[in-house]
C-alpha cells in the first residue's frame, strides 16, 4: 500500500524538503501540505518514472554526499591552479574510458554527475551498452590513476548503497 | 561577527572562483578544456555564493531563510548533465574520433553510435 | 565588510559576464556559445544571489529558481538541436 | 538608469526593425522578437524606474514600482508570445508548402485562387 | 393612382420576368406590358389635371437628413417625358416580343427593359434632384445591362461599357453640380429649386454647377464631344436601340436641361455652353451619319444630331426656343422610334443591316418600306409631317439668334438640316430603291404585324401631327413648355406660315443641298474614306486601355508582394509622423532626477549592446542568432528583476526558454542559413531605417522617463486597494487578477487560440500536398548523434521533473501575495514537461500519459468565464472577485480567493496552449519519418553480451 | 441594477468557443449548431443593446466593480452598440455562408475561430478602456490569423506570414502609443483619457501628440490607410472567401477605433492636438481612395479586385472621418455600415465564382459557370453597391459624405470621390464583363454545377440588408445623426463612467 502510494521514496523526501524550502517556513501546516504534495505529484509523475530504484541502503547515500562536497572542495583549487597557472601547452588533458559494473540506471547517472561536479573531470559519455564511461580530464598525466580513484572511491561505495 | 566574517569570505571565495571559471573558459585552448572551466569553477563560485546568503540572510538578519540552499541543489543536480550534453556535442562535431579511447566492449560510444532509430533512406 | 566583499564579488561577476559574452561573440564553435550562455545564466544567478544579500532581502529567489531551471533546459534545449535536430523525438 | 534603459529600448527597437526588413521569415522572427523585448521594456519603463522597490506590499517597503505597467507588460509578453508561437509555425507552414523560406511573395505575381496550387 | 405608385409600377414589372426567368418570352412580356400599361393608365389618369396646368405631387421622407426625398411631380414637362416613356415603351415590349429568338432569355430581357423604364420614369417623375440621381444612374446601369444582353457578342460587352463609363461619368459629374445647386438653393426639392432663380445664377458655385450638370446631360444626350458612345451601343438589340437610343434615355439629358432651364438657362454661360455644344453636335453627327454604312449607326448618328437640335434649342434660352425643343422631342421620339424598329425589322428579315448590301427592299417589303418612308421623310423634315414643323421651328429661332455673328447661327444651322436631308434620303434611297438583289444574306419579306404594328402606329402620329398639330400635339407641347419655362405658353403650330418666314428658305435651300449631297454620295463617301479621322472607339480606347496598364502595372508594382518594403515605408511613416507630431508640439524636458546608474547595470548594458550587435552581425546563421537572442532575453529579464519587476523577470524568462524551444523545433525543419541577398546600399538604407526607429523610440521614452506623470497614475489606486479590495500583496497579480482581470481573460483566450490557429495549422500542413510531400521524403541535413535518450538525462529527469512541477504549484500557489501567479506557473509545468520529452521523446511520454491538451484549453478558459461569471450570482458584474480566510487545522490560516481560481483557468489554459503546440510539431517530425521509441531509454543495460 | 448584457456579446462567443474545443471539436454538425444558435443569441442581444442604447444615455459596465478609472469599465453608447450588432449580423450571414458552402469543414477549428472572432470585435468595440482595446485587438487578429489560413495552401500560408508579420509590427506599435499615453496622462481609461488629455500641461503636448500619432497610425494599419494598407489586397484576396467576408469589418475595427478616439480623447477643440489627426487622415484617405480604385482597375483577379475596392472604401470613409463634423461622422457611420455589408458580399460572391472556375484571373475568360445567371446578378448588386451606384445604399452613403463636405478643400475631395467612383465603375464593368458575359463567348468544357443554396442565401441576406439600408436609410440617419451627437458631446460619455479619485 505504502509502497504504491510512494513508488520513490527517495523523490517523495526530496520533494517534502523541496516544498519546505520554496515555502521558508517551518511550520506544521507547512508539513502537512508538503507531504500531501510530496504525494500527489510523483503519482501525477509516475508514469515517467516506471520501475523501482533499488536502494537497499539509503543512508550511504549521506555520507557518500559528504564525501563528494569534500572531494568537489579541494578539486576545485587544483582546477583553480590549473586553469590560472598552467600554460597551455602544459596541461596535459586525457580522454578515460571508465569501465563500470554498476546496473541500476539510477547508480550510473549518480557516479556521472560525481566525476562531473568533482573538478578535473567530466563526464563526455557512456558506451552503447552502459558498461563504459568516457570522462574526459583537464589535467591527469596519469590516466590510469584517475580511472582508479573513480572506480575506487565512487563507484564502488554506489554499488553498496545500489547493491 | 563570526558570521560576518564567514559571509565575507564565503563571498570573496565564490566570486574567485566564479571569475575563474569565466576566465578558464576564455583561456583554455581546446573545447573540452574549456568545458571544465566553468562547469566546475563556477558551480562552486555561485554554490559558495548561495551558501553566503542563506548565512546573512537566515542567521545574521535573522529572515529564517533557507530557499537558496534549494537553487544550489538545483545547480549541482543540473550541471553534470549539462555538461555531458555539451561534451556530447563536442564528441558529435567537433573532436577527433580516432583520439577517443576504445570502450574495451563490444560496443561504441553511444553519441558516435548509428542511430537505431533512424535507418538511412534509400534515396 | 560584506559591503567590500559584495563590491568586488559585483565586479568579480561583472567581469565574468564581459568574458562569457566574449566567448559567446568569438566562440568558434557552437558548443562554445552554448557553454557560454549557460555560464552566463550561472553567473546571473550569482550577482542575484549577491544583490539578495545587499538589499538583505530574498525578493528575488524566485526569479534565481527560474533562472537555474530555465537555464538548464534551454541550454539542454540547444545541445539536443545541435545533436539530434529534433528535441522531443 | 533612465539613459540606459532608453538607449537599450533604442538599441533593442533598431536591432528588431534591421531583421524584420531582412527577406526571410526566420531573421524576421527574430526582429519581432527583439521589438516584443524593446516595446516590453518601453511599457515598463513608462512607469518611470525604481530600484529596490518591488511592488509586494509590505509594512517595511519604503516605496513601490509601479505595478500597473508591471501587469501590462505581463499581458503584453504573453500576447506576444502567442503571436510568435504562431507566427512561427506559420512560417514553417509555409517554408514546407513551398520550399522556399522567403517572407516577399514576388516571386508569386498575383496569385492564383488558392488551394488550387501544383 | 399615387404617382410613387406609378413609378414603382415598372420596377414591380421587372420583378416577376427576373424571378421566372424560364417562364418564357410570352409570360415574361405579358407581365411586363401590364404594369407598363398600368403606369401609363395612371399618368393618362393625371392628364387632365396636368393639361389644365395643375401640378402632381407626392411626397414621402426618405433619408431627410440629406434632403433625399422621394418626391414625385407630374407637370407639363413630365407629363410629355412619361407618356412617351411608357406608349413607347410598351411599344417597344410588343416588338421585343416578337423580335426576340426563343434562345433568348427572354425573361432577363424583360427585366432589364422594366428596370431601365422604371429608372426612366423616375427621372422624369423625381421632385428631387437627389432622387433624380438615384434614377439617374440606374438608366446608365440598366443601359449597361440591356446593351450588353447578347454576351456573346465582343461589340456589344465594349459597347456597354463604354456606354456605362460615359454617361456614368456624366451622372458623377451631374451629382457636384446637383448638391452645389441644392446647397446654393437650400434643398433639394425641385419645386424649391426651381423657385430660386436668382440666387442660383448669383452665386459664385453657378458655372461650376452649371457645368457639372451639363456634363451629365451631354453625356447622356451624346453630345459633342461625348457622342461616341451611341454608336457602339447599337449593339444592343433592336428594341434596345429603338427605346433607349432614340426615344428615351438620350433624351433624359435633354429633360434635364429642360426641367433646369428655368432655373439655369437665360445667362451668357448657358447660351454660350449649351447652344454651342447642340450646334455642332448637330451638324457634326449629321455629317457623320452620311457616311455610315450600318443602318443602325446611320441612326444612331442621326439621332446625335437631333439631340443636338434640341440641345441647341434649349440653350437659346428663349421660350419660343423652348417651345421648338419640347415640340421635337415629341417628333423626334415618333419618327425616329419608328426607323429604328424598321431597320430592327430589315435585320430581323434580311439578316443584315449594312447598306451596301441592301437596295430594293421596296418591292419586298411593301409595308415596311411604307413606314420607312413616311418617318424618313419627316426625319429629313419634309412637309407635311412633323419633322418639318419642329425644323421649321428650329430654323426660324436660328435664324434670330445672336451667334458670333447675326447669320452664322442660321447658316450653321441649315447646314445641319442639309446633311440630315441627305442621309436620310441615303437610308431610304440605298436600302429600298433601287434594283432587287439576289445576293441577300437572307431573302426578306415584310413581317408580321407584331413587329410592323408598333412602327406603323408610330408612323400614324408622324403624319397626324404633321397634318394636325395643333390638334394631335399642341396641348402637349403647351403644357411641356409650361413646365419647362415656368410660365404658361401658348403654341401656334401652323404648318404653313406663307412664303415669308426666312426659315421656309433655309429650308428649302437644306433639302435641295440635301438632296445635291445625295447626288454626290459616291465621291463623297470615296473622299471620305480617304479622310483620317479620329475614330472614338480608338480614342476611348486609347483612353481606357493605357489607364487600365497603367493601373495594373502601378497596382503590381506597389502591391508585388514585397513585405519587406511594406514594411520599410510602414517603420518609415511611423518615425516621419511621430516626428512631425513631436516637433509641432511644446516640449518640456522632464526634471525627474536620474536613478544612479550602477556597475551592475552598467555592464548589463554593454552584455545587452554586444549580444544585440552579435544578433545582427550574426544573424545569418540562425542557431547562433538564436543564443544570442537567449542572452538579450536573459538580460531584459535581469534588467526586470533589478528594476523591482520580478514577476515580470519571471515571465520574461519563462516565455524565453519556451520561445526558444518552439524556434529551435521549426529551425530544425528550416533552413540552417539565411543567405546574404540584400545589397549593401539596401543593408545601409535598412540600417538607417532602423537607426531612427531605435533613435525615435529611445529618444521618446527618455522624454517619456524624465517627466513626471501629468496626473497622478492610477496606479496608485491600485497599491492602495491591492490587499483590502483584491486580497493580495502582490499588486500586480492582483492587477492581473482582479483590477484588469478581464485584460487577462483576453489574452488567456488568445494564448488559447495560438494553440487553435497551430494545431489546424498542423492538420492542414499534413493533410497531402507539397509539405506532406517534402516531409515524407525528409532527410535530415545534418548528421545526428546517437543516443536520443542518454541515460543520465532520463535518469536526472525523473527527480527535476517533479520538483519542476512542484515549483509550478508553488508559483501557483503564492502568486497572489508575492510574485508568481497562474501564467508563470503553467508555463513552468509546461517547461517541465518539455524536459521530460527532450529527455524520453514526446511520443513515448505522451504515449504515457494521455493529456487532452484541447481539453485543457476549453476547460481552462471555462474556469475563467464560470469565475467570472460567478459574481453575476451576488449581483455583481463580471469578474469581481471575492476572497476569504479559512482556517483548516493543522494547516495555518490560509486565504481562499475566486481570483486563485480564475488563476487557475490561466494556468490550464497556458499549459495546454503550449502543449498542443508542442504536440503538433512534434506530429511533423513523425510525419517526417522520425521514429519513436518503445523503451525510456536507447541503452540496453547489462545486455551488451545478447548483441 | 447595472445591466449585465453588456458583456454576453464577449462572454457568450467565448464560452461556447470554449466548449467546443472541449467537447465538440470532433463534431461538426454540433459545432454549426451550437456557432450558429450563439450568432443568433448574439444577435439578439445586440439588438436589445442597440435599442437600448438608442434610448438610454451612455452606460457603462464596471468589470470587477472596480470604479473608473482604475477598473476596466465597457461603455455602451450608440455607437459601440451599432458596431456590435454589424459584427453579429454580418458574422451570421459570414457564418452561414461558410456552412453552405462547406467551408468550415475544409480546416479545423473554423466555428471556434468565428466565435473567438466574435468575442474579440465584440470587446474591442465595447471596451472603454484603451489598453483593453489593445488585449480584444489581439484576440481579433490571432482570431483572424487562424481563420486567414484555414484549409492551408501554399500561398495562403505564405501570405499568412506576412499578415501576421505587419500586424505584430502593429501590436507593437500600439503597445509604444498606449504606454505613451499612459507615461504621459496615467490613466488607460478613455473617459478619463478625456478628462486629462483636455487640460494637459504645455510642456506634455509634443509628447501626447506623439502618443496620439502613433496610435492613430496603430488604427490606420488596421483601417487599411495608405501607406499601411499593403497588408490588405494578399491578404483578403488569399483568404478563404468567407474570412475575406468577415474580414471586411476587420477594417472598421480601425475607423471606428479612430472615430472613438479621434471625438473622445483627442477632439479637434483639444488644445494639445487640435486639428493635427485631420489633418494627417485627409490626404492619406484621398490616396487611399485613389490606390484602391486604380486597384480596382489595375487588379488581375478577381479577390484582388475586391481587396482593392474595400481599400478604396475605407479611403472613401476616412475621407468623412477626417472631416471630424456630426454631420460627416453620420455620414461616416452610414458609409461604414453600407461599406462592410456591400464587402463581404462582394466578398463571397468572388468566393462563388473561384469555386467554380479553375482560377479567378481577370486576364482570360473561362466558360460560363453554372447558375451564372444568379450569380451574375448577386455580382452586379454588390458592385453596384460598392462602387456606390444608385439604387443602393452606396449611392446613399457617397451622397451623404459629399453633401456634408464644406469648407476650402471641397473641390479636391468632391473630384476625388467622383472621378474614383467612376474609376471603380469601369473597373468592375469590366470584370463582370470578362467573368460572366466573355464566358459566353469562350468554348470548352462547362464548369462544375454546384448547389449550395444556404450559401447563396447568404449573400442574398447580405443584398438585402443593402436594400434594407437604401429604403430604411431615413431612420438609420436618425440613429446614426445621434449617435453623431452623441459623440460630439462626450460628456455623457465620461458622465458614463463616474470617473472617481483626485483628480
Ligand atoms: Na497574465
Ligand atoms: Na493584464
Redesign the pocket.
Known amino acids: 500500500m505504502l509502497s504504491r502510494l510512494y513508488p520513490h521514496p527517495a523523490l517523495s523526501m526530496t520533494l517534502v524538503l523541496t516544498w519546505m524550502l520554496l515555502v521558508n517556513e517551518f511550520k506544521l501546516g507547512s508539513l502537512v501540505f508538503a507531504v500531501f504534495l510530496a504525494t500527489v505529484i510523483p503519482l501525477l509523475t509516475a508514469p515517467y518514472w516506471p520501475g523501482r530504484a533499488a536502494m537497499p541502503r539509503p543512508l550511504s547515500l549521506i555520507s557518500y554526499v559528504l564525501i563528494v562536497i569534500w572531494d568537489i572542495l579541494i578539486a576545485s583549487l587544483t582546477a583553480a591552479k590549473v586553469i590560472l597557472f598552467y600554460r597551455d601547452k602544459d596541461i596535459q588533458s586525457a580522454w578515460i574510458a571508465v569501465p563500470i559494473d554498476l546496473k541500476s540506471p539510477e547508480a550510473i547517472m549518480i557516479l556521472g554527475a560525481t566525476i562531473t561536479l568533482t573538478p578535473g573531470t567530466v563526464t563526455a559519455d557512456v558506451s552503447s551498452c552502459g558498461r563504459v564511461l568516457l570522462v574526459h580530464a583537464l589535467h591527469a598525466p596519469d590516466t590510469d590513476a584517475v580511472r582508479d580513484e573513480i572506480k575506487s572511491r565512487y563507484e564502488a561505495r554506489l554499488k553498496r548503497i545500489f547493491g | 561577527m563570526i558570521w560576518e566574517i564567514l559571509v565575507t569570505a564565503l563571498i570573496v571565495i565564490g566570486a574567485t572562483f566564479g571569475l575563474i571559471g569565466s576566465f578558464g573558459m576564455v583561456k583554455l585552448r581546446d573545447p573540452l578544456q574549456r568545458l571544465h572551466a566553468p562547469s566546475k569553477a563556477t558551480t562552486i563560485g555561485v554554490g559558495v555564493s548561495l551558501v553566503a546568503a542563506v548565512i546573512e540572510l537566515a542567521i545574521i538578519e535573522k529572515q529564517q531563510t533557507w530557499q537558496e540552499l534549494l537553487v544550489v541543489m538545483f545547480l549541482f543536480a543540473t550541471t553534470p548533465i549539462t555538461a555531458l550534453y555539451l561534451a556530447k556535442v563536442n564528441i558529435h562535431r567537433t573532436v577527433d574520433r580516432t583520439t577517443l579511447p576504445p570502450t574495451g566492449v563490444n560496443t561504441g560510444w553511444s553519441t558516435l553510435a548509428e542511430d537505431p532509430a533512424q535507418p538511412p533512406k534509400d534515396s | 565588510m560584506i559591503e567590500m566583499a559584495l563590491n568586488y564579488a559585483f565586479g568579480c561577476f561583472g567581469i565574468g559576464l564581459i568574458l562569457n559574452l566574449a566567448v559567446l561573440v568569438r566562440g568558434p564553435n557552437a558548443s562554445d556559445r552554448l557553454l557560454a550562455l549557460d555560464t552566463m545564466v550561472v553567473n546571473m544567478i550569482a550577482l542575484l544571489v549577491l544583490y539578495s544579500i545587499r538589499i538583505h532581502s530574498t525578493q528575488t529567489f524566485e526569479v534565481t529558481m527560474l533562472f537555474a531551471m530555465t537555464g538548464f533546459v534551454s541550454t539542454v534545449a540547444f545541445c539536443k538541436y545541435l545533436l539530434r535536430g529534433s528535441l522531443i523525438e | 538608469m533612465e539613459l540606459l534603459v532608453a538607449s537599450a529600448v533604442g538599441m533593442m527597437t533598431a536591432a528588431g526593425v534591421y531583421l524584420i526588413l531582412r527577406q526571410r521569415t526566420f531573421p524576421v522572427i527574430v526582429g519581432l522578437a527583439f521589438l516584443s523585448y524593446a516595446v516590453n521594456v518601453f511599457i515598463f519603463a513608462s512607469g518611470r524606474l525604481a530600484v529596490d522597490l518591488p511592488p509586494i506590499l509590505s509594512k517595511t517597503a519604503p516605496g513601490y514600482a509601479d505595478p500597473l505597467t508591471q501587469?501590462?507588460v505581463?499581458?503584453a509578453i504573453v500576447i506576444s508570445f502567442g503571436m510568435t508561437a504562431v507566427i512561427v509555425m506559420m512560417s514553417l507552414g509555409a517554408y514546407l508548402e513551398s520550399g522556399d523560406d522567403r517572407i516577399d511573395m514576388t516571386d508569386t505575381d498575383d496569385t492564383d485562387y488558392p488551394g488550387k496550387d501544383a | 393612382m399615387s404617382l410613387a405608385l406609378i413609378a414603382a409600377l415598372p420596377f414591380l414589372g421587372a420583378l416577376l420576368p427576373g424571378l421566372m426567368i424560364r417562364s418564357g418570352r410570352n409570360a415574361a412580356a405579358g407581365f411586363a406590358a401590364f404594369f407598363n400599361f398600368m403606369a401609363l393608365l395612371g399618368i393618362a389618369l393625371h392628364t387632365p389635371a396636368v393639361l389644365r396646368g395643375e401640378v402632381i405631387l407626392a411626397q414621402f421622407d426618405w433619408l431627410p437628413s440629406l434632403g433625399l426625398n422621394a418626391n414625385f411631380r407630374l407637370d407639363g414637362l413630365g407629363l410629355l417625358f412619361a407618356g412617351l416613356i411608357l406608349g413607347i415603351g410598351l411599344l417597344i415590349n410588343f416588338y421585343a416580343r416578337a423580335y426576340l429568338s426563343k434562345s433568348d432569355p427572354a425573361g432577363q430581357f424583360y427585366t432589364y427593359l422594366m428596370l431601365f423604364q422604371g429608372a426612366m420614369l423616375g427621372i422624369v417623375l423625381s421632385d428631387n434632384i437627389l432622387l433624380l440621381l438615384v434614377f439617374w444612374e440606374m438608366t446608365s446601369l440598366s443601359s449597361f445591362l440591356l446593351i450588353g444582353y447578347w454576351k456573346h457578342l465582343p461589340e456589344g460587352r465594349q459597347g456597354a461599357r463604354m456606354a456605362l463609363a460615359v454617361t456614368g461619368a456624366g451622372g458623377l459629374a451631374m451629382i457636384g453640380g446637383m448638391l452645389i445647386l441644392g446647397n446654393i438653393a437650400g434643398s433639394y426639392d425641385l419645386s424649391v429649386i426651381l423657385t430660386q432663380k436668382a440666387a442660383i445664377q448669383a452665386s459664385d458655385w453657378y458655372l461650376p454647377a452649371l457645368i457639372l450638370i451639363l456634363l451629365g446631360a451631354f453625356t447622356k444626350s451624346a453630345q459633342f464631344p461625348f457622342h461616341f458612345w451611341l454608336p457602339h451601343a447599337m449593339a444592343a438589340p433592336t428594341p434596345v436601340s429603338a427605346y433607349l437610343h432614340s426615344a428615351t434615355m438620350v433624351k433624359a439629358g435633354l429633360f434635364l436641361m429642360a426641367r433646369m432651364w428655368p432655373v439655369l438657362a437665360g445667362t451668357p454661360e448657358w447660351f454660350w455652353i449649351v447652344a454651342t455644344t447642340g450646334l455642332v453636335t448637330m451638324i457634326m453627327a449629321a455629317k457623320i451619319a452620311l457616311f455610315k454604312n450600318d443602318l443602325k449607326a446611320l441612326l444612331a448618328f442621326s439621332t446625335v444630331s437631333h439631340l443636338g437640335l434640341i440641345t441647341m434649342l434649349l440653350g437659346f434660352g428663349t421660350k419660343a426656343a423652348a417651345m421648338a425643343a419640347v415640340f421635337h422631342i415629341i417628333n423626334h421620339a415618333t419618327f425616329k422610334a419608328a426607323l429604328f424598329m424598321t431597320a430592327g425589322i430589315v435585320d430581323h428579315e434580311a439578316h443584315t443591316r449594312d447598306i451596301t448590301r441592301l437596295g430594293g427592299l421596296r418591292t419586298l417589303m411593301p409595308i415596311t418600306f411604307g413606314i420607312a418612308s413616311i418617318a424618313t421623310l419627316s426625319m429629313a423634315g419634309l412637309p407635311p409631317l412633323n419633322g418639318f414643323l419642329s425644323k421649321e421651328m428650329m430654323l426660324e429661332e436660328a435664324s434670330h439668334t445672336l451667334w458670333l455673328t447675326p447669320w452664322a447661327m442660321g447658316a450653321l444651322a441649315t447646314i445641319g438640316a442639309l446633311f440630315s436631308v441627305a442621309y436620310s434620303f441615303r437610308l431610304l434611297g440605298h436600302t429600298f430603291f433601287g434594283p432587287v438583289r439576289d445576293d441577300y444574306p437572307h431573302t426578306p419579306h415584310d413581317p408580321g404585324f407584331g413587329l410592323w404594328g408598333a412602327p406603323a402606329l408610330l408612323t400614324v402620329l408622324v403624319v397626324v401631327i404633321g397634318l394636325a398639330p395643333m390638334t394631335a400635339a399642341a396641348w402637349l407641347v403647351d403644357a411641356a413648355t409650361s413646365a419647362v419655362t415656368g410660365e404658361p405658353v401658348h403654341a401656334h403650330i401652323k404648318l404653313w406660315h406663307g412664303l415669308e418666314p426666312l426659315a421656309l428658305w433655309m429650308s428649302v435651300f437644306a433639302v435641295g443641298g440635301g438632296l445635291v449631297l445625295f447626288g454626290l454620295h459616291r465621291p463623297l463617301l470615296a473622299l471620305w474614306d480617304r479622310t483620317p479621322r479620329p475614330d472614338a472607339k480608338r480614342i476611348f480606347d486609347g483612353i481606357i486601355e493605357p489607364f487600365a496598364a497603367l493601373s495594373r502595372g502601378l497596382t503590381g508594382a506597389l502591391h508585388d508582394g514585397a513585405l519587406t518594403r511594406y514594411m520599410a515605408i510602414g517603420v518609415l511613416a511611423i518615425v516621419a509622423l511621430g516626428g512631425y507630431a513631436f516637433v509641432s508640439g511644446a516640449h518640456l524636458p522632464g526634471t525627474r532626477a536620474m536613478t544612479r546608474i550602477d556597475i551592475v547595470p552598467a555592464s548589463g548594458w554593454i552584455l545587452l549592446l554586444c549580444a544585440t550587435i552579435g544578433v545582427i552581425v550574426a544573424h545569418r546563421n540562425r542557431f547562433v542568432a538564436l543564443v544570442m537572442l537567449g542572452v538579450v532575453g536573459l538580460i531584459v529579464s535581469v534588467g526586470f528583476a533589478y528594476l523591482s519587476a520580478p514577476d515580470l523577470a519571471l515571465t520574461q524568462i519563462s516565455v524565453e526558454v519556451v520561445t526558444i524551444v518552439l524556434l529551435l523545433l521549426a529551425l530544425n525543419f528550416l533552413p540552417k542559413a539565411t543567405p546574404r541577398e540584400s545589397s549593401t546600399p539596401r543593408r545601409l538604407r535598412d540600417g538607417a531605417i532602423a537607426g531612427v526607429a531605435g533613435l525615435g523610440a529611445g529618444g521618446l521614452i527618455y522624454a517619456l522617463m524624465m517627466r513626471d506623470f501629468a496626473f497622478p497614475s492610477i496606479a496608485g489606486f491600485h497599491l492602495a486597494n491591492a490587499k483590502t479590495g483584491g486580497g493580495g500583496t502582490n499588486v500586480v497579480n492582483v492587477?492581473?487578477v482582479d483590477f484588469?482581470?478581464y485584460?487577462?481573460f483576453g489574452?488567456i483566450i488568445v494564448l488559447g487560440i495560438a494553440a487553435l490557429v497551430i494545431f489546424a495549422l498542423t492538420e492542414a500542413i499534413l493533410r497531402g500536398g507539397p509539405a506532406n510531400d517534402r516531409l515524407l521524403n525528409w532527410t535530415p541535413r545534418a548528421s545526428q548523434s546517437g543516443d536520443r535518450h542518454p541515460v543520465m538525462m532520463v535518469v536526472a529527469t525523473r527527480m527535476i521533473f517533479p520538483i519542476f512541477v512542484m515549483v509550478g504549484v508553488f508559483i501557483f500557489l503564492r502568486g497572489h501575495n508575492l510574485p508568481g501567479g497562474g501564467f508563470v506557473a503553467g508555463l513552468i509545468v509546461a517547461i517541465a514537461l518539455v524536459l521530460q520529452y527532450m529527455a524520453s521523446g514526446f511520443a513515448w511520454a505522451a504515449a504515457r500519459q494521455k493529456l487532452e491538451y484541447h481539453a485543457m484549453i476549453g476547460f481552462g478558459v471555462l474556469i475563467a468565464a464560470a469565475t467570472g461569471a460567478g459574481s453575476w450570482l451576488a449581483g455583481r458584474p463580471f469578474m469581481t472577485t471575492n476572497y476569504t480566510y479559512i482556517h483548516l487545522p493543522p494547516l495555518e490560516e490560509f486565504e481562499l480567493a475566486t481570483a486563485a481560481l480564475f488563476d487557475l483557468g490561466v494556468f490550464l489554459t497556458v499549459l495546454g496552449a503550449v502543449l498542443l503546440a508542442l504536440s503538433s510539431i512534434s506530429r511533423i517530425a513523425t510525419r517526417a519519418g522520425e521514429q519513436s521509441n518503445a523503451e525510456p531509454l536507447d541503452l540496453v543495460l547489462g545486455k551488451e553480451e545478447a548483441r | 441594477m447595472m445591466s449585465h448584457w453588456i458583456i454576453v456579446p464577449v462572454v457568450l462567443p467565448a464560452v461556447v468557443g470554449a466548449l467546443i474545443v472541449l467537447i465538440m471539436r470532433h463534431d461538426l454538425v454540433l459545432q454549426r449548431v451550437f456557432a450558429l444558435a450563439t450568432g443568433l443569441a448574439t444577435a439578439a442581444i445586440a439588438g436589445g443593446l442597440l435599442w437600448s442604447a438608442s434610448v438610454h444615455p451612455a452606460e457603462a459596465y464596471f468589470l470587477g466593480n472596480w470604479p473608473a478609472p482604475f477598473g476596466i469599465v465597457l461603455v455602451l453608447d450608440r455607437l459601440s452598440a451599432m458596431m456590435v450588432a454589424l459584427t453579429v449580423a454580418l458574422w451570421l450571414a459570414v457564418q452561414l455562408y461558410a456552412i453552405g458552402s462547406n467551408w468550415d469543414s475544409r480546416g479545423r477549428h473554423f466555428h471556434a475561430l468565428m466565435l473567438f472572432q466574435l468575442m474579440g470585435l465584440c470587446g474591442a468595440f465595447l471596451t472603454g478602456d484603451a489598453f483593453n482595446l489593445f488585449?480584444f485587438f489581439e484576440v481579433l487578429l490571432i482570431a483572424s490569423y487562424g481563420l486567414m489560413i484555414h484549409d492551408g495552401g501554399r500561398d495562403r500560408l505564405r501570405a499568412g506570414v506576412q499578415y501576421i508579420a505587419y500586424n505584430l509590427v502593429g501590436s507593437t506599435l500600439f503597445l509604444f502609443a498606449l504606454a505613451s499615453i499612459y507615461a504621459v496622462t496615467g490613466t488607460l481609461n478613455m473617459a478619463d483619457l478625456a478628462v486629462k488629455v483636455a487640460i494637459l500641461p504645455e510642456g506634455d503636448v509634443a509628447l501626447i501628440r506623439v502618443a496620439g500619432v502613433l496610435l492613430m497610425l496603430v488604427f490606420a494599419i488596421k483601417g487599411a490607410l495608405v501607406p499601411l494598407h499593403f497588408w490588405l489586397p494578399a491578404t483578403y484576396s488569399l483568404a478563404p472567401g468567407p474570412v475575406a467576408a468577415l474580414f471586411a469589418v476587420m477594417t472598421k475595427v480601425g475607423a471606428y477605433a479612430i472615430i472613438r478616439t479621434c471625438t473622445l480623447i483627442f477632439p479637434p477643440a483639444t488644445p494639445a492636438t487640435g486639428t493635427l489627426f485631420a489633418d494627417l487622415l485627409l490626404p492619406a484617405a484621398l490616396v487611399t481612395l485613389t490606390l484602391g480604385a486604380i486597384g480596382v482597375i489595375g487588379a488581375k483577379t478577381l479577390s484582388r479586385l475586391v481587396a482593392f475596392a474595400v481599400i478604396a472604401s475605407m479611403g472613401t470613409l476616412f475621407i468623412a472621418i477626417s472631416r471630424f463634423d456630426p454631420q460627416s461622422t453620420a455620414a461616416a457611420l452610414y458609409y461604414l455600415v453600407h461599406s462592410t455589408l456591400a464587402g463581404a458580399a462582394l466578398f463571397l460572391i468572388a468566393d462563388l465564382v473561384s469555386d467554380r472556375r479553375a482560377h479567378d484571373r481577370l486576364t482570360e475568360s473561362l466558360p460560363p459557370i453554372a447558375r451564372s445567371g444568379l450569380i451574375a446578378t448577386l455580382f452586379f448588386g454588390a458592385a453596384v453597391a460598392i462602387a456606390g451606384m444608385p439604387p443602393l445604399s452606396g449611392f446613399l452613403g457617397k451622397l451623404l459624405i459629399l453633401d456634408a463636405t464644406r469648407g476650402a478643400l471641397l473641390p479636391l475631395i468632391w473630384t476625388v470621390v467622383l472621378a474614383t467612383s467612376l474609376i471603380t465603375i469601369v473597373g468592375f464593368s469590366r470584370a463582370g464583363s470578362v467573368l460572366f458575359w466573355k464566358a459566353h463567348a469562350s468554348t470548352g468544357e462547362p464548369a462544375e454545377t454546384k448547389d449550395e443554396p444556404l450559401a447563396v442565401a447568404a449573400v442574398i441576406l447580405l443584398l438585402a440588408a443593402l436594400a434594407a439600408m437604401t429604403v430604411a436609410a431615413g431612420p438609420i440617419m436618425a440613429y446614426l445623426g445621434g449617435t453623431a451627437a452623441q459623440l460630439y458631446d462626450p460628456a455623457g460619455y465620461i458622465a458614463a463612467n463616474a470617473l472617481q479619485g483626485a483628480n
Open positions: 501587469a501590462l505581463l499581458t | 492587477i492581473l484588469r482581470g485584460d487577462t489574452e | 488585449v
